[in-house]
């Protein structure tokens, strides 16, 4: 039949139509940036600098900042996102369950820049004064804590971060918590284990869905950017504690590319480091995912 | 009381404390967003161009609104057509191996940091047109909306039942007719939903804007080749102004922004719930 053959052709080049775009973004990440990577090598990602008027750039303070603020995202995220999962799926009667299922969906839909706009405002000032400050006080002998904090630093973004990727990190665990076989609680109740026993059980059971999780979050961390911009300093240094003002490789584009225009290699260092970033968050993604799928087969 | 029941009543009080904890900033954030927000929000505040950074003019974000509805509309309008299809492809040839990879093609889009599709969308739409315009940015949050549309539109083809599938083909029905007139009724309320979730990010997406669309303050729209403005743009400028004024109009513009978030998130669970009972 003809319509049913133009049809299925047409299904078909809308679906290619997501590898063109995936691939042409690769291609132009690449093809855009191979002039700091022809000029510059390995010294782009492993040196510090960012002067337009010499047209020196190095990214490596970004590339920490990145993993700095993403470590202390997971840091907090973890044990909260387990929590999460773990109360709305064990301990809540089912009503509840929905209402914070829903209130976890609706963290995850929410804009990030308003995640931003609040950070900045308002979780900011009070990280500031009630966390970062007493530390400094009292605790700043330890080198992690030895800056002198400005309300706008890498753990503002960290803590910002963490509080953005709960929902993602809590529904991979969810799902996979709520998929475990009801006899394997059965039995466990039945040796005579209590609550926090089973519960410990179950958690050991979804050990992958776990690290699934936060690797997607991980990612997810790694490469927000307007959240992240409005809290996190904006300094190209090397950070020299938690308390330092810094960039991240998606925070550096967003605020130096207005003015890159105007230099011969500054768009070619953006997009390097854009590059830079894509090459990590696949990489991450793509062990999160080979976890995701080790759990199904596991089943 | 046994070692074994303390431990027990701790750590499930530890779960329970740090599971609302993870649950207090959604809250602290509606609320800021509302209590700061709603003073400015009045009809003329959606409908002003922004004020001055200096001086008493309340203003408004006429242009960021009007912008950012064109652009939802334009980028539905792209995204939500190859989305929306290639969703269908994924449901209906599940078995091939294209559908496995674009699959996973789809998965690495949603989770792709939306910065680069900014970038990606300045490399082909800007510089070839030495302009920031409205069609890239739509471009870029077309992009950024179809891996979510398409997974969501599949699984609303797939809970179809089999039965009906069969009947419709049975009844020697072409594949569009089937497909878009017959199927699309018993897949209606899952398609909606996907298209609202692609309508919530392009709403709220700013990455893919900030080197599109430049923002233009003073229009409303002068033509899809020219700079256009939207609401997480003008937030995010705003809010790192060093105008106090500017800061209470991205108080404002978030409210008004969480409204429209909470309307689509609201409306989509409305919708699931209706398709269920």
């Known amino acids: 039949m003809n319509t049913d053959k133009a049809f299925r052709l047409s299904l078909f080049f809308f679906t290619i139509s997501s590898f063109i775009i995936v691939a042409s973004i690769v291609v132009s990440l690449i093809a855009t940036s191979y002039p700091i990577f022809m000029r510059d090598g390995l010294s782009f990602i492993i040196r510090g600098a960012w002067n337009p008027v010499r047209e020196d750039y190095g990214i490596l303070p970004a590339l920490l900042g990145t993993l700095i603020t993403s470590a202390i995202a997971i840091a907090i995220a973890l044990p909260l996102s387990i929590s999460l999962a773990v109360f709305s799926s064990e301990l809540i009667p089912g009503k509840f369950k929905i209402i914070m299922n829903n209130v976890s969906d609706l963290m995850a839909s929410l804009p990030s820049v308003i995640y931003g706009l609040w950070g900045l405002f308002v979780l900011a000032p009070i990280l500031h004064q009630f966390v970062m400050m007493p530390l400094h006080m009292h605790l700043g002998f330890i080198p992690l804590l030895s800056t002198r904090p400005v309300p706008t630093n890498l753990f503002t973004a960290g803590v910002l971060l963490a509080i953005m990727i709960v929902p993602f990190a809590s529904s991979v665990i969810r799902e996979a918590y709520s998929a475990i076989p009801y006899y394997l609680k059965e039995a466990a109740y039945s040796l005579g284990m209590n609550r926090w026993e089973v519960i410990r059980m179950m958690l050991g059971y979804i050990k992958s869905a776990i690290f699934a999780g936060t690797f997607l979050a991980l990612g997810r961390a790694m490469g927000e950017t307007v959240a992240v911009a409005m809290v996190v300093g904006n300094i190209m240094r090397f950070p020299k504690s938690l308390f330092d003002m810094g960039y991240t490789i998606s925070s550096l584009i967003a605020s130096q590319f207005p003015n890159a225009e105007a230099y011969e290699f500054m768009v070619p260092a953006l997009y390097g480091g854009a590059f830079m970033l894509f090459i990590m968050g696949l990489a991450i993604n793509l062990i999160g995912f080979s976890m995701m799928r080790r759990m199904v087969v596991h089943r | ?277």
Do not use: C
């Open chain 2, 1 to 277: 009381m046994s070692f074994r029941k303390i431990k027990e009543r701790i750590m499930l009080g530890l779960i329970a404390i740090l599971a609302l904890l993870s649950a207090v900033p959604i809250f602290a954030i509606i609320f800021s967003v509302y209590f700061e927000g709603m003073k400015y929000v009045s009809l003329s505040f959606l409908i002003d161009l922004p004020p001055p950074p200096i001086g008493d003019e309340v203003g408004g974000i006429g242009p960021a609104l009007a912008g950012s509805l064109i652009l939802i509309a334009l980028a539905l309008a792209i995204g939500g057509t190859i989305g929306f299809f290639t969703g269908l492809f994924l449901s209906e040839f599940s078995h091939t191996k294209l559908a496995q990879q674009t699959q996973m093609i789809l998965q690495i889009m949603v989770e792709f940091p939306t910065i680069i599709v900014g970038l990606f969308a300045y490399a082909v739409l800007v510089l070839p047109l030495k302009r920031f315009n409205a069609l890239a940015g739509a471009f870029a949050l077309a992009i950024v909306i179809i891996p979510y549309i398409a997974l969501n539109v599949k699984e609303a083809y797939k809970s179809i039942s089999f039965t009906l599938k069969e009947a419709a083909f049975s009844l020697g029905l072409s594949a569009p007719t089937a497909y878009l007139r017959v199927l699309l009724g018993a897949a209606k309320s899952g398609v909606l939903t996907a298209l609202l979730i692609g309508m919530a990010k392009a709403a709220g997406e700013t990455a893919p804007l900030l080197f599109t669309i430049l923002g233009s303050t003073f229009t409303y729209f002068a033509g899809l080749d020219q700079p256009i403005h939207a609401i997480p743009l003008l937030i995010y400028n705003f809010a790192l102004s060093p105008y106090e004024r500017w800061h209470q109009v991205a108080w404002g513009a978030s409210a008004v922004l969480l409204t429209i978030i909470l309307t689509i998130f609201l409306v989509s669970r409305m919708i699931i719930r209706g398709a269920r009972t």
